[in-house]
């Protein structure tokens, strides 16, 4: 879906490190990018479709977002098949309203003739939408751009 391209597309000029979190080498990725000057931590979870099931990826990530310390969550979904991941984005509405819905493969939904409303998506959610395409820079700024924004209010 995009988190690890966005991950490495975004830190790849800084080191990243990682914290192995299991047993079966499941990893966080800790990396630092700059946005006008300010150097932002983001951190690569894996999983994840939803936070309710049992797997360890998913019990990973919903430890994080519950207990762990961030200024914000941007949620990737895939344009292609956005129903699928508005569970997981409901999940974490409920836990935190610093949030940003990245709804990434803009390209994939494209060439399938998908158009997605990204205000109108905003305006139901209730929080910022941002459309990607995970190795286009620029689309990938105006999400740094409107994740840094959330993070600073
Ligand atoms: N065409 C296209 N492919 C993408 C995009 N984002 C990710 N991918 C591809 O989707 C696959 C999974 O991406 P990855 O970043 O590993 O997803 P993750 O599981 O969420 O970390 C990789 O082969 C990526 O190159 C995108 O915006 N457009
Ligand atoms: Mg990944």
Do not use: W
């Not at 995009?2 to 499941?26: C, D, H, M």
């Amino acid at each position: 879906m995009g988190k690890s391209t966005i991950f490495n597309n975004l830190t790849r000029n800084a080191s990243a490190y990682r914290k192995l979190v299991s047993e079966r080498q499941l990893q966080m990725l800790y990396g630092k990018c700059k946005y006008h000057g300010k150097s932002i931590t983001l951190v690569d979870i894996p999983g994840t479709y939803s936070l309710m099931s049992n797997s360890e990826e998913e019990e990973i990530a919903r430890n994080y977002i519950c207990f762990g310390k961030y200024n914000a969550v941007i949620v990737v979904i895939d344009a292609t098949c956005i129903e699928r991941n508005l569970n997981l984005v409901y999940q974490i509405l409920e836990i935190t309203k610093n949030v940003v819905i990245c709804v990434n493969l803009l390209d994939e939904a494209e060439k399938k003739g998908i158009q997605i409303n990204l205000d109108k998506l905003s305006q139901i959610l209730g929080v910022p939408v941002v459309g990607t395409i995970a190795n286009k820079t620029k689309t990938l700024n105006r999400l740094l751009e409107v994740t840094y924004n959330v993070c600073s209010r």
